[in-house]
């Protein structure tokens, strides 16, 4: 996927081509986390579609629960919620900061005369 450690620094269009695919990658892991949040709140709490939303959101940035959960199956369901949110949470940072770490050690490597070409 990236330039190995002998060749030329990837282009400018080729580095946001990069940076825009994994914003991309990063909002659809977002996404799949959400709605699998929206789902165990919804099936397993019994709360409605924007109180599910609210509370799967409100995990997954990290801000804790806002309502309190009515059964036992919907507490275990948020206590797995919440310690997967936190393992997506480093997976999406990877996930977008890939491109631009890989550009800066890549720079460190090459040679000054390989910038100019």
């Not at 081509?17 to 977002?30: F, G, H, P, Y």
Request: glycine share 8%; net charge neutral; with cysteine.
């Amino acid at each position: 996927m990236f330039e190995r450690k002998h060749e030329k620094l990837a282009s400018l269009s080729v580095f946001i081509i990069r940076m825009v695919w994994s914003v991309v990658m990063a909002v659809l892991l977002i996404a799949v986390a959400l709605f699998m949040g929206i789902m165990g709140y919804h099936c397993l709490a019994g709360f409605d579609w924007i109180n599910s939303i609210l509370e799967a959101s409100m995990i997954l940035g990290g801000m804790g629960p806002v309502s309190v959960l009515p059964n036992e199956a919907a507490k275990l369901f948020a206590s797995g919620y919440a310690l997967f949110s936190g393992l997506i949470f480093i997976a999406i940072m990877g996930v977008i900061l890939a491109p631009l770490t890989h550009r800066m050690l890549h720079a460190f490597h090459i040679n000054q005369s390989d910038l100019s070409e």
